[in-house]
């Protein structure tokens, strides 16, 4: 498959917006009245005028955007990068620098939003000129590129070869000055749509993306009876006032913004910051203790509860005290219908339906008599969903009875009573006494040892 | 029955254009009243763009109702509900960690169940595992492919699933075996057209959900393999009330929602100006954040049926490659093609921070398991760990 990082179509939608955005930044810093000032800059024996400085630049984004002096050196800088300002001193270094080097806009003529894509034809009237001028004495990526071009285009090398002619001279017959700013120009545009090899290439834009779906799509009628299709089913569907839906953010953020070790730091502290994995292994799935914050989390929904290993075990030691411990038994079987192997499915409903759900089954869950004439019916021909029915009434059911009075038992009490709230370590303040980082064993291994035991025993 | 349809909608205005005294005759001349502004459907070719027609304004005017019925029930914004809460302090987040080995653009990352070990996959065909923590690499896979866009980490920690350019979808079992080749044991699944654009396990590492760049109706669908990676076929899959197999979807500037039951889409959003790049649920699964290449990141709540939020901000120019929530969802965190990382306030909708430190665009991000950290992949060839 070849790739055309250069390609038009998909690169050419995306990539025009950018540069729409920052030719309006550029058009706004060019303003009679809001814009920049600008000043002659002096450039060895000539004078320059409408430069101004990087300083400028970076002051006139700092006061237009309100933003600090790092993100408009970092804007600035992109709007060099992609040509838009090129520097004067030391015109191959595409850097906005926060002093006085002197930069000037550059004509929109040599935007690279203007002539897109650029053209050999372009690239090589432009050597040829520059190769004349200088009397052979281009750069050595450039001698290659000049004789790799000379080959591919021969058919037209007359006519480049006039047209530089052509340009010099004309060129010839202006200012000084004017002449070194049409040079500086040229050569701004291209160092940055035929950067020097090495150098950095702004125009990559990575692989190209599929044509536009929509222009694709042919407006037929299927498609317009499929839009209607999908109109009415969304008309039917239910919705929530945003007041109830947003409100639902504001708690759900407070609820876990202990729990979120960047908003609030975790305890003892955060293993990126000080080397210290004590967070982890206090953390692991099994503990012989949990953490207080892991303890009250259960408490946030069912769902946590059942996600935490621990939890889950907990509440297993519950519902065996209050014998509908064959509920979570069920739904973890299922669980394991739904996500695991294909090969296994019908030998895995059939375990399901003897244990469960067959009468006078040992565990024998109770699901409302529709919903099991439902699955013993799917059961006939098991996939991986026939017992989503059965394992969300049973879901329910402990949601809605066995876990709230498990949150008021004795046995969670005690547990979050006994939970620990681990001290916080600082970061040592000696900033060479770096801990050392230890690695841990990789889950890969746990497996295979724990398969290796399987296999022995 | 179409044809029934325009000659009332005639009728009706023909007995607009009348005087009012013919208009009581009109009732019983209808059955024979010919319509003259309408030629005779001749040609079939005509009936069938009259009918194209019909269609096009019906869709569009169920497009209007739908839109009214959504705005009905928006009754607040964002902001306004966020006013009363806390505004965030001074952010600190700095790198971490820098991890270098990759020999070119950094294209997609996924962390473990560990919190600590990563896989990234990079436009050199190289798929390497990570301690993070250490910034030791433990597994290196090569491709027979560039450009591994998708990578992710299997829930045992066992496996990695990976594509790009091949078209497919290959898992590879991590052995602890330094000697061993990975290749060599490595399971696929081919994706027939086009190549994989994202691919992530599913609750067990014996299902890949993949998904395919390229296609009209780009579709979402699971694999299920065999216990240790036996390849299987494709098959549908069904809904599941607990959100499993729910999937998010960005195509071009809209965001879908697609139940895997059906095959689907349930929910679409249209309201970006460019194409999406990156959609991530919000943490309690009612909503979720997209980011395009017009520069914003919006936030979609899925009970609502609307756009709830636009973050974006007049100096921000370049697209948003990546966006994944703080573990609260307080926070949204945006890698962004200008090599910056922007760090947005949910709720209140402002920009906590800007996060500087890659020298090319961001293409991947993904926060820890446990929320300690962010992860992001650049195309300057490394990744960061920041915290």
Redesign the interface.
């Known amino acids: ?1 070849t ?1 055309n990082t250069l390609a038009k179509g ?1 690169w050419h ?2 990539q025009m ?2 540069f729409r ?2 030719e309006k ?1 550029i058009v706004a810093m060019q303003d009679p009245d809001m814009g920049m000032k600008m000043r002659n800059q002096r450039l060895l024996i000539t004078v320059i005028p409408h430069a101004m400085t990087g300083r400028d630049v970076i002051n006139w ?1 700092m006061q237009k ?1 309100n ?1 600090c002096e ?2 408009a050196l ?2 600035g800088g ?1 709007l060099v990068r992609y040509g838009y300002i090129y520097p004067l001193k030391e015109p191959r270094s595409l850097v906005l620098r926060a002093d006085e080097s002197p930069y000037r806009f550059q004509t929109p003529y040599f935007w690279t939003s203007t002539r897109w894509p650029a053209t050999e034809l372009d690239y090589a009237i432009y050597l040829a000129k520059k190769n004349i001028r200088k009397q052979g004495e281009l750069m050595e990526y450039e001698k290659e590129r000049y004789s790799v071009l000379h080959k591919r285009i021969n058919h037209t090398w007359d006519f480049v070869v006039m047209q530089a002619r052509e340009q010099l001279r004309a060129s010839k017959q202006r200012r000084k000055a004017d002449r070194i700013v049409l040079e500086c120009q040229e050569q701004a545009y291209w160092l940055i749509n035929r950067p020097p090899p090495g150098a ?1 290439n702004i125009l990559d834009m ?2 190209e ?2 044509n ?3 222009t ?2 042919t ?3 299927d498609y ?2 499929r ?2 299709e ?6 039917g ?1 239910n ?12 708690k ?6 202990s ?5 609030q730091g ?1 305890l003892p502290s ?4 000080s080397d210290d ?1 004590a ?2 292994t206090m ?1 692991t799935e099994v503990v012989p203790i949990p953490s207080r914050l892991r303890v009250e989390r259960w408490s946030f929904s069912f ?1 946590e509860l059942l996600n935490d290993a621990m939890g889950r075990r907990e509440f297993m030691t519950y519902l065996e005290k209050e014998f509908s411990a064959e509920n979570l038994c069920f739904w973890q079987a299922c ?1 394991d219908i ?7 499915i019908v030998e895995k409903v059939e375990e399901v339906y003897k244990n469960f759900l067959a009468p006078g089954a040992a565990r024998w869950v109770n699901i409302d008599s529709k919903t099991m004439d439902k699955t013993l019916k799917g059961i006939q021909h098991p ?3 026939v017992m ?1 029915d059965a394992q ?1 009434h049973i ?1 329910f059911l402990m949601k809605k009875d066995s876990f709230p009075r498990y949150l008021k038992s004795d046995l969670y009490k005690n547990m979050l009573a006994k939970a620990i709230v681990p001290q916080e370590v600082k970061k040592s303040v000696f900033p060479f006494m770096r801990r050392q ?4 064993p ?7 040892q724990a398969s290796e035991e399987e296999g022995r025993a | 029955m179409c044809k029934h349809y325009l000659y009332s909608i005639l009728c009706i205005s023909t007995s607009l254009c009348f005087k009012p005294f013919r208009c009581r005759s009109l009732p019983a001349q209808r059955k024979y009243m010919r319509s003259p502004p309408i030629p005779e459907m001749a040609t079939q070719e005509v009936q069938l763009s009259e009918t194209l027609a019909h269609l096009k304004t019906e869709s569009d005017t169920l497009k209007g109702k739908l839109e009214e019925e959504r705005a009905k029930l928006h009754d607040v914004e964002l902001h306004q509900v966020a006013e009363k809460v806390e505004g965030l302090g001074q952010f600190v987040m700095k790198t971490r960690r820098t991890l270098k080995g990759h020999g070119n653009k950094v294209l997609c990352m996924d962390w473990c169940k560990d919190k600590r070990r990563i896989v990234s996959s990079s436009q050199d065909g190289k798929v390497i595992v990570w301690d993070a923590f250490t910034t030791n690499k433990e597994h290196a896979v090569t491709m027979p492919c560039t450009w591994v866009m998708a990578c992710a980490y299997a829930p045992s920690g066992c496996a990695v699933a990976c594509g790009g350019l091949d078209n497919k979808c290959s898992v590879y079992p991590l052995s602890l075996d330094k000697n061993e080749n990975l290749a060599a044991k490595k399971k696929s699944v081919a994706m027939h057209t086009n190549y994989l654009s994202a691919c992530s396990f599913t609750n067990s590492d014996m299902q890949v959900r993949l998904s395919r760049m390229g296609e009209d109706t780009c579709s979402s669908f699971v694999t299920a393999l065999h216990h240790f990676f036996d390849l299987t076929e494709l098959f549908k899959v069904f809904r599941h009330v607990l959100h499993d197999f729910m999937s998010l979807q960005g195509c071009d500037k809209k965001a879908n929602v697609w139940d895997m039951r059906s095959g689907q889409c349930i929910q679409s959003f249209e309201t970006h100006e460019s194409d999406i790049n990156s959609v991530r649920y919000y943490p309690s699964g009612d909503a979720f954040a997209s980011g395009s290449d017009d520069a914003t990141c919006r936030l979609y709540d899925l009970r609502a049926d609307r756009e709830v939020a636009i973050y974006s901000k007049e100096s921000i120019i370049f697209g948003v490659s990546s966006v994944d929530f703080s573990l609260s969802g307080r926070l949204l965190f945006g890698g962004y093609n200008d090599y910056t990382i922007n760090v947005w306030d949910v709720l209140k909708g402002t920009r906590v921070s800007i996060l500087f430190g890659h020298e090319n665009r961001v293409s991947t991000l993904r926060v820890s398991p446990d929320g300690t950290a962010f992860c992001t992949g650049s195309w300057d060839h490394t990744l960061r760990t920041w915290a």
């Open positions: 498959m790739i998909g939608r995306d917006a950018c955005k920052m930044v984004l955007y933003m790092e993100e970092h804007l992109m950095y990575g692989l993306r599929p536009n779906f929509s694709r799509v407006l037929n009628s317009y009876k839009e209607i999908f109109c009415r089913r969304a008309l569907r919705r929530v006032k945003s007041s109830i839906c947003l409100e639902g953010f504001v759900y953020s407070e609820q876990y913004l729990h979120d070790p960047i908003m975790c955060n293993p990126w910051i994995t967070h982890w953390n769902m669980e739904r996500h695991g192997e294909n090969s296994r996939h991986r969903f989503d969300m879901y980082r230890h690695s841990s990789s889950p890969a291994q746990a497996v295979a």
